[in-house]
């Protein structure tokens, strides 16, 4: 029993290891075929219809007997689920990666648990006491993340590697310092899009939060999201480009990219955090972030020959740090909780017919 009680403990976190390397080689696979000149919003409407197709039998088969009835209510969730977990949110990510790198948007992902933490407390899904360490070190450790922020998103800095063959050093002409300025801004816009796409990727965690208690049916409910976001990205893709040409996919990377986007990061991967969100909550779930930049820049530079500047590695650093400042406190908190539960459980063990409200009022207090 002991051994089986560990393994069930290990899944949720074995499940993000294997999801975030999935998402990292995603990332590089997108940032190739966008180079390439393949429009984002058809990318994206490939990639959820292919996530669809792909869930939409395993739902049927697996969660048939225990799926509850759709309501309305959930159906809101679930379209309101797919705009800001895939649809709208995606398209801000892949411009943000075009314009910038791989590496680089992995690094906005690991502010995701700094703003979920933040997006929480109005919400009251996280509470802060300043009295105690586990509080302080929330407020910390966010403070941390957001000064990272800061440097991720106004500090690039000098190119750590250089992929490109010698030259000699000659000054630069007019036509290199514009070549360089565009650069620049196209390094600012896409910043900017990846600061929106993390927004809206951190209150996808409390809207997911909220449709685990609704619609306990990880597949049922992914298979769903992914068809309302598919709708939601061709809408935009044919409201905004006319050419019908952008739709076919061209080369066998773009062919390889929409399959493997769609099945195993769309498809399995939202199904996996889903489960996990359900199990441990969102911010355990979000805790994985840093890990999938972690993995781009280790498949990304060397196989690639992705650029990492210094601002980027410097910001990255100081998020991971405060990141895991925030979650030292959550997990003291947790563990604070789980404490006074014990000891409130014992106290009343003697007062039976009073328990079962009493249970609810303790359940209420520790989400």
């Not at 990141?323 to 009343?348: D, F, H, P, R, S």
Request: net charge positive; hydrophobic share 50%; with cysteine.
């Amino acid at each position: 029993m002991a051994v089986m009680k560990s393994c069930d403990e290990w899944k949720p976190f074995i499940a993000m290891v294997a999801i975030d390397f999935c998402f990292a080689i995603v990332n590089i696979l997108l940032k190739k075929v966008l180079d390439e000149g393949m429009n984002h919003l058809v990318l994206i409407t490939y990639r959820l219809t292919i996530s669809t197709i792909f869930l939409a039998p395993i739902s049927y088969f697996r969660e048939r007997t225990s799926r509850p009835k759709l309501t309305l209510r959930i159906l809101f969730f679930l379209f309101l689920s797919a705009i800001v977990g895939t649809s709208i949110t995606q398209y801000f990510f892949l411009l943000g990666i075009q314009y910038t790198s791989a590496t680089f948007a992995c690094a906005f992902i690991n502010m995701v648990p700094m703003i979920t933490f933040i997006m929480a407390l109005p919400f009251g899904l996280e509470t802060v006491n300043l009295k105690c360490n586990s509080g302080r070190a929330k407020v910390i450790g966010t403070l941390v993340c957001i000064g990272g922020a800061f440097i991720l998103t106004l500090y690039k800095g000098a190119p750590l590697f250089d992929h490109s063959k010698a030259t000699s050093t000659q000054a630069m002409d007019h036509g290199t310092k514009l070549s360089h300025i565009r650069n620049k801004e196209r390094w600012t816009i896409g910043s900017i899009a990846l600061v929106v796409g993390t927004l809206l990727w951190s209150s996808w965690f409390l809207v997911q939060s909220n449709i685990s208690k609704m619609y306990p049916c990880q597949y049922s409910s992914t298979t769903i999201m992914t068809f309302f976001g598919a709708i939601q990205s061709a809408i935009l893709g044919f409201c905004t480009g006319r050419n019908l040409s952008m739709w076919v996919l061209k080369g066998r990377t773009q062919v390889i990219t929409v399959l493997f986007s769609g099945m195993i990061a769309s498809g399995l991967g939202f199904v996996g955090m889903s489960w996990c969100v359900k199990k441990r909550g969102p911010v355990f779930t979000a805790a994985f972030s840093p890990l999938v930049q972690i993995l781009a820049a280790l498949i990304g530079i060397p196989i690639f020959h992705e650029q990492l500047h210094f601002g980027s590695l410097l910001g990255s650093v100081i998020v991971i740090i405060g990141l895991y400042i925030l979650l030292w406190g959550k997990k003291k908190e947790m563990q604070k909780c789980v404490t006074k539960l014990v000891q409130e459980t014992n106290a009343i063990k003697e007062q039976e017919p009073h328990l079962p409200a009493i249970t609810v009022s303790i359940d209420s207090r520790c989400p």
